[in-house]
């Protein structure tokens, strides 16, 4: 067994996670999202994690995006957690559920106003005329909420990745790289190490 013996890999996630969040330049919370359609096509991206625990990893996003309408098509993810500072990786992959409304209401009732602007501004992954169209959408958006509560869009949510497997990777010298995968077993996890 590694990281202290343990058979959670949350606990182990959590503990890499705080130590990236001390020692890389910035945004220790970005992540590598890969989706794939529903003729099997994949897709990936940066975003970034809003939050994590034995449920699984959460992020937020607009339903009607190109990864949103995957995620519906089909509910299945993968994650990459990239810490250079750290010489670390760590690998997820599941199945995806959207937060619940209240979970999606309290993280956009927190986000910046401008960013509660864009979310209705934007029709995101969709074509646009021009960079002014977005700017003229900022500005209708912004002169309808004028100084009032901005409500979360009814597109505007979170998924949940809840994980079946995550996978630790770890730079050692003279490529003696750790490598230990966690598999979820009927609501239990197994671990095993794996050559690098």
Known sequence: MV????KNPFVVFAKWFSEAEVSEPSLAEA?????????GIPSA????L????????VFYTNFE?????ELSENPKAALVF???????????SGSVKPVSDEDADIYFASRSRGAQIGAWASDQSRSMSSPLELEKR?????????I????RPPYWSGFCVAPDTIEFWEERPLRLNRRFLYRSEKDEWSMSQLFP
């Open 65 to 69: 995006s190109q990864k949103g309408v």
């Open 31 to 39: 992540m590598t999202l890969a989706t794939a359609d529903k003729n």
């Open 138 to 146: 900022v500005a209708k958006f912004t002169a309808k909420f004028g």
């Open 82 to 92: 990239h810490w250079k500072s750290l010489k670390r990786q760590v690998r997820v």
């Open 3 to 6: 990281e202290g013996e343990t």
């Open 50 to 57: 809003k939050g994590f625990g034995e449920d699984g990893f």
């Open 45 to 48: 991206r940066m975003v970034l």
């Open 148 to 151: 009032s509560k901005i409500p």
